[in-house]
Protein backbone atom coordinates (compact mmCIF):
# COMPACT_ATOMS: atom_id res chain seq x y z
CA UNK A 1 0.00 0.00 0.00
CA UNK A 2 1.21 3.67 -1.03
CA UNK A 3 1.32 6.31 1.52
CA UNK A 4 -1.40 8.22 0.59
CA UNK A 5 -1.64 12.05 0.90
CA UNK A 6 -3.92 13.02 3.76
CA UNK A 7 -1.05 10.78 6.13
CA UNK A 8 1.76 12.23 4.33
CA UNK A 9 0.17 15.71 5.26
CA UNK A 10 0.28 14.88 9.17
CA UNK A 11 3.81 12.46 9.25
CA UNK A 12 5.43 15.54 7.20
CA UNK A 13 4.17 17.85 9.83
CA UNK A 14 6.12 15.78 13.00
CA UNK A 15 9.46 15.29 10.70
CA UNK A 16 9.37 18.62 9.17
CA UNK A 17 10.44 20.15 12.87
CA UNK A 18 13.94 18.14 12.97
CA UNK A 19 15.03 20.71 10.37
CA UNK A 20 13.62 24.02 11.57
CA UNK A 21 15.84 24.47 14.35
CA UNK A 22 19.79 23.66 15.26
CA UNK A 23 22.35 25.02 17.02
CA UNK A 24 25.70 27.79 16.18
CA UNK A 25 27.69 25.53 17.46
CA UNK A 26 30.45 23.78 15.29
CA UNK A 27 31.60 20.13 15.90
CA UNK A 28 34.09 19.79 18.15
CA UNK A 29 35.88 16.48 16.83
CA UNK A 30 36.32 14.92 13.35
CA UNK A 31 37.24 18.12 11.49
CA UNK A 32 36.08 16.29 8.27
CA UNK A 33 33.16 15.31 9.58
CA UNK A 34 32.65 19.31 9.97
CA UNK A 35 33.81 20.22 7.16
CA UNK A 36 32.81 18.01 4.10
CA UNK A 37 29.61 18.94 2.06
CA UNK A 38 27.67 16.09 2.19
CA UNK A 39 23.87 14.14 2.89
CA UNK A 40 25.26 10.94 2.76
CA UNK A 41 27.70 8.75 5.34
CA UNK A 42 28.91 5.36 5.76
CA UNK A 43 29.50 4.36 9.61
CA UNK A 44 31.64 1.61 10.13
CA UNK A 45 34.13 0.57 12.63
CA UNK A 46 33.44 -0.40 16.32
CA UNK A 47 33.03 -3.87 16.13
CA UNK A 48 30.66 -3.56 13.03
CA UNK A 49 30.46 -6.48 10.59
CA UNK A 50 29.07 -4.23 7.67
CA UNK A 51 29.06 -0.49 6.99
CA UNK A 52 25.55 1.11 7.68
CA UNK A 53 24.37 4.25 6.23
CA UNK A 54 22.60 7.90 7.22
CA UNK A 55 20.78 10.17 4.67
CA UNK A 56 20.01 13.47 5.91
CA UNK A 57 16.79 14.32 4.38
CA UNK A 58 15.05 17.50 3.42
CA UNK A 59 11.32 16.13 4.46
CA UNK A 60 9.31 18.72 1.85
CA UNK A 61 11.42 19.70 -1.62
CA UNK A 62 9.59 21.04 -4.92
CA UNK A 63 8.66 17.52 -7.23
CA UNK A 64 11.23 19.34 -9.96
CA UNK A 65 13.77 19.38 -7.23
CA UNK A 66 13.87 15.58 -5.83
CA UNK A 67 16.54 13.27 -6.68
CA UNK A 68 17.43 10.23 -5.62
CA UNK A 69 21.48 9.09 -6.47
CA UNK A 70 23.04 6.29 -7.32
CA UNK A 71 25.53 6.43 -4.81
CA UNK A 72 21.90 6.72 -2.56
CA UNK A 73 20.48 3.86 -4.35
CA UNK A 74 24.21 1.72 -3.78
CA UNK A 75 23.47 2.61 0.19
CA UNK A 76 19.87 1.29 0.23
CA UNK A 77 20.62 -1.65 -1.83
CA UNK A 78 23.78 -2.44 0.31
CA UNK A 79 21.09 -2.28 3.74
CA UNK A 80 18.95 -5.12 5.31
CA UNK A 81 16.31 -2.68 6.77
CA UNK A 82 15.56 0.96 6.53
CA UNK A 83 15.22 3.35 9.92
CA UNK A 84 13.49 6.87 9.63
CA UNK A 85 12.39 9.14 12.39
CA UNK A 86 9.41 7.53 12.74
CA UNK A 87 7.85 3.69 11.68
CA UNK A 88 6.51 4.63 8.46
CA UNK A 89 4.19 2.01 8.49
CA UNK A 90 2.42 3.28 11.99
CA UNK A 91 1.22 5.73 9.29
CA UNK A 92 -0.77 3.07 7.45
CA UNK A 93 -2.62 2.11 10.24
CA UNK A 94 -6.00 4.15 10.53
CA UNK A 95 -6.58 4.37 14.13
CA UNK A 96 -3.05 5.62 15.14
CA UNK A 97 -3.71 7.95 12.53
CA UNK A 98 -7.26 9.01 13.66
CA UNK A 99 -5.28 9.91 17.03
CA UNK A 100 -2.57 11.86 15.66
CA UNK A 101 -5.55 14.14 13.81
CA UNK A 102 -7.41 14.25 16.78
CA UNK A 103 -4.98 15.49 18.92
CA UNK A 104 -3.38 17.92 15.84
CA UNK A 105 -6.54 20.38 16.58
CA UNK A 106 -6.57 22.98 19.56
CA UNK A 107 -8.07 22.93 22.46
CA UNK A 108 -12.21 23.70 22.71
CA UNK A 109 -11.42 26.75 25.08
CA UNK A 110 -8.55 27.79 22.69
CA UNK A 111 -8.23 29.14 18.70
CA UNK A 112 -5.55 31.33 17.00
CA UNK A 113 -6.76 34.46 17.65
CA UNK A 114 -6.19 34.12 21.19
CA UNK A 115 -2.68 33.10 20.77
CA UNK A 116 -1.11 36.14 19.03
CA UNK A 117 -1.75 39.69 18.37
CA UNK A 118 -4.90 40.89 15.92
CA UNK A 119 -1.57 41.93 14.04
CA UNK A 120 -0.10 38.94 13.47
CA UNK A 121 -3.60 36.48 13.29
CA UNK A 122 -3.94 38.96 10.48
CA UNK A 123 -0.99 38.61 8.59
CA UNK A 124 -1.10 34.84 9.08
CA UNK A 125 -5.10 34.61 7.96
CA UNK A 126 -4.15 36.52 4.74
CA UNK A 127 -1.39 34.10 4.24
CA UNK A 128 -3.24 31.35 4.20
CA UNK A 129 -6.11 32.81 1.91
CA UNK A 130 -4.10 34.10 -0.18
CA UNK A 131 -2.90 30.29 -0.53
CA UNK A 132 -6.89 29.29 -1.36
CA UNK A 133 -6.42 27.02 1.65
CA UNK A 134 -9.57 27.04 3.82
CA UNK A 135 -8.65 29.33 7.23
CA UNK A 136 -11.89 28.77 8.45
CA UNK A 137 -10.64 25.01 9.25
CA UNK A 138 -7.00 25.50 9.51
CA UNK A 139 -7.49 28.02 12.63
CA UNK A 140 -8.80 25.13 14.44
CA UNK A 141 -5.08 23.46 14.14
CA UNK A 142 -2.34 24.10 16.55
CA UNK A 143 0.33 26.78 15.36
CA UNK A 144 3.10 23.94 14.76
CA UNK A 145 1.21 22.20 12.11
CA UNK A 146 -0.03 24.98 10.54
CA UNK A 147 3.65 26.21 9.92
CA UNK A 148 3.74 22.86 7.50
CA UNK A 149 1.98 25.35 5.03
CA UNK A 150 3.19 28.64 5.63
CA UNK A 151 5.74 28.31 2.68
CA UNK A 152 3.54 26.92 0.19
CA UNK A 153 0.71 24.71 -0.28
CA UNK A 154 1.59 20.96 -0.13
CA UNK A 155 0.72 18.92 -3.17
CA UNK A 156 2.26 15.70 -2.28
CA UNK A 157 3.33 13.28 -5.54
CA UNK A 158 0.82 11.04 -5.97
CA UNK A 159 0.81 7.20 -6.62
CA UNK A 160 2.25 6.24 -9.95
CA UNK A 161 -2.05 4.81 -11.05
CA UNK A 162 -3.03 8.64 -10.03
CA UNK A 163 -2.72 11.39 -12.52
CA UNK A 164 -3.56 14.63 -10.38
CA UNK A 165 -0.91 17.36 -10.25
CA UNK A 166 1.60 17.72 -7.97
CA UNK A 167 4.45 20.30 -7.10
CA UNK A 168 6.01 18.71 -4.10
CA UNK A 169 7.67 15.49 -2.97
CA UNK A 170 8.84 13.98 0.67
CA UNK A 171 12.23 12.12 0.76
CA UNK A 172 10.86 10.04 3.45
CA UNK A 173 7.82 8.79 1.41
CA UNK A 174 9.50 8.13 -1.51
CA UNK A 175 11.69 6.15 0.33
CA UNK A 176 9.68 4.26 2.60
CA UNK A 177 7.99 3.39 -0.64
CA UNK A 178 11.78 1.98 -2.25
CA UNK A 179 11.93 0.11 1.03
CA UNK A 180 8.51 -1.59 0.52
CA UNK A 181 9.46 -2.22 -3.15
CA UNK A 182 12.71 -3.80 -1.75
CA UNK A 183 11.04 -5.92 0.84
CA UNK A 184 13.16 -4.34 3.33
CA UNK A 185 12.37 -3.90 7.26
CA UNK A 186 10.98 -0.86 8.07
CA UNK A 187 11.20 0.94 11.35
CA UNK A 188 11.16 3.85 13.23
CA UNK A 189 14.01 5.71 15.92
CA UNK A 190 10.66 7.13 17.65
CA UNK A 191 7.17 6.75 17.65
CA UNK A 192 4.06 8.55 16.67
CA UNK A 193 3.14 8.98 20.25
CA UNK A 194 6.56 10.66 21.37
CA UNK A 195 6.57 12.67 18.92
CA UNK A 196 3.28 14.23 19.90
CA UNK A 197 4.02 14.49 23.16
CA UNK A 198 7.14 16.41 21.50
CA UNK A 199 4.79 19.23 20.35
CA UNK A 200 2.54 19.44 23.41
CA UNK A 201 5.71 20.31 25.39
CA UNK A 202 5.91 23.64 23.59
CA UNK A 203 3.69 25.88 24.77
CA UNK A 204 0.91 27.30 22.14
CA UNK A 205 1.31 31.03 22.35
CA UNK A 206 5.56 30.08 21.37
CA UNK A 207 3.94 27.58 19.03
CA UNK A 208 2.07 30.80 17.50
CA UNK A 209 5.45 32.98 17.57
CA UNK A 210 6.95 29.98 15.28
CA UNK A 211 4.17 30.21 12.85
CA UNK A 212 4.24 33.94 12.35
CA UNK A 213 8.05 33.59 12.22
CA UNK A 214 7.63 31.02 9.31
CA UNK A 215 5.05 33.08 7.13
CA UNK A 216 7.46 36.33 7.84
CA UNK A 217 10.49 34.01 6.62
CA UNK A 218 8.00 33.35 3.56
CA UNK A 219 7.49 36.89 2.87
CA UNK A 220 11.70 37.57 3.17
CA UNK A 221 12.56 34.63 0.78
CA UNK A 222 13.85 32.82 3.39
CA UNK A 223 11.78 29.71 2.66
CA UNK A 224 11.64 26.32 0.71
CA UNK A 225 13.49 27.72 -2.23
CA UNK A 226 16.42 29.09 0.02
CA UNK A 227 16.48 25.83 2.15
CA UNK A 228 15.99 23.86 -0.90
CA UNK A 229 19.54 25.04 -2.62
CA UNK A 230 21.34 24.66 0.35
CA UNK A 231 20.36 21.15 0.43
CA UNK A 232 20.99 20.38 -2.85
CA UNK A 233 24.89 22.11 -2.39
CA UNK A 234 24.76 19.00 0.72
CA UNK A 235 26.37 21.66 2.75
CA UNK A 236 25.16 20.73 6.04
CA UNK A 237 26.80 23.19 8.06
CA UNK A 238 25.59 25.95 5.87
CA UNK A 239 21.75 24.18 6.27
CA UNK A 240 22.22 24.53 9.90
CA UNK A 241 23.45 28.34 9.77
CA UNK A 242 20.42 29.26 7.57
CA UNK A 243 17.91 27.77 9.55
CA UNK A 244 19.54 28.76 13.27
CA UNK A 245 18.05 31.99 11.85
CA UNK A 246 14.74 31.60 13.06
CA UNK A 247 15.20 32.29 16.33
CA UNK A 248 12.08 31.06 18.01
CA UNK A 249 12.94 27.73 17.06
CA UNK A 250 16.06 28.25 19.13
CA UNK A 251 14.59 27.91 22.14
CA UNK A 252 13.45 24.36 22.04
CA UNK A 253 16.34 23.17 20.28
CA UNK A 254 17.19 21.03 22.95
CA UNK A 255 13.64 19.63 23.01
CA UNK A 256 13.31 19.37 19.06
CA UNK A 257 16.61 18.59 18.25
CA UNK A 258 19.13 17.72 20.96
CA UNK A 259 17.13 15.35 23.40
CA UNK A 260 16.33 12.97 20.13
CA UNK A 261 19.63 12.62 19.16
CA UNK A 262 21.06 11.52 22.13
CA UNK A 263 18.32 9.22 22.51
CA UNK A 264 18.63 8.01 18.84
CA UNK A 265 22.57 6.75 19.43
CA UNK A 266 21.72 3.77 21.48
CA UNK A 267 18.47 2.62 18.96
CA UNK A 268 21.30 2.86 16.46
CA UNK A 269 24.06 0.62 17.78
CA UNK A 270 21.91 -1.99 18.47
CA UNK A 271 20.59 -2.17 15.00
CA UNK A 272 24.11 -1.89 13.16
CA UNK A 273 25.55 -4.01 14.93
CA UNK A 274 23.17 -6.75 13.94
CA UNK A 275 23.29 -6.01 10.34
CA UNK A 276 23.76 -2.95 7.78
CA UNK A 277 21.19 -0.49 8.11
CA UNK A 278 19.84 2.45 6.56
CA UNK A 279 19.22 5.44 8.24
CA UNK A 280 16.90 8.49 6.80
CA UNK A 281 16.82 11.31 9.08
CA UNK A 282 16.63 14.74 8.72
CA UNK A 283 19.60 16.62 7.69
CA UNK A 284 19.26 18.89 10.43
CA UNK A 285 20.09 16.14 13.06
CA UNK A 286 23.31 15.52 10.89
CA UNK A 287 26.21 17.97 11.95
CA UNK A 288 26.94 20.16 15.08
CA UNK A 289 28.20 19.27 18.41
CA UNK A 290 25.02 17.11 19.62
CA UNK A 291 24.42 16.21 15.79
CA UNK A 292 24.06 12.42 15.02
CA UNK A 293 27.76 12.38 13.38
CA UNK A 294 29.82 13.45 15.62
CA UNK A 295 27.52 11.30 18.29
CA UNK A 296 28.23 8.43 16.53
CA UNK A 297 32.07 9.52 16.38
CA UNK A 298 32.07 10.07 20.34
CA UNK A 299 30.88 6.38 20.47
CA UNK A 300 34.00 5.21 18.43
CA UNK A 301 32.53 4.69 15.00
CA UNK A 302 34.37 5.84 11.81
CA UNK A 303 31.82 8.08 10.24
CA UNK A 304 33.22 9.03 6.32
CA UNK A 305 30.79 10.88 3.39
CA UNK A 306 29.76 9.50 0.75
CA UNK A 307 29.60 11.92 -2.26
CA UNK A 308 26.09 11.52 -4.88
Not at 145 to 157: G, I, M, R
Request: charged share 25%; proline share 3%; net charge negative.
Amino acid sequence: MRTTTLVTFFSITFLLFSCQTSSKKLLHRNKNVDSTAALLWKVEGNKLKSPSFVFGTIHIIKADKFFISEALKKSIAASKNMIFEIDMTEMENPVSMMDVMTKAYLPDNQSLENLMSEEDYLLVKNHFENSDLPFMLLKRIKPLFLSVLADEPLSFQPDKEDNQSTNVKSYEVELFNIAQDKDMKVSGLETLAFQMSIFDRIPLKEQAKMLVESIKDVKNNNSLDRITEIYLQEDIQLLKKIISEQSSFQNFEDILLTERNINWIPIMEELMIKESSFFAVGAGHLAGKNGVLNLLTQKGYTVSPIKQ
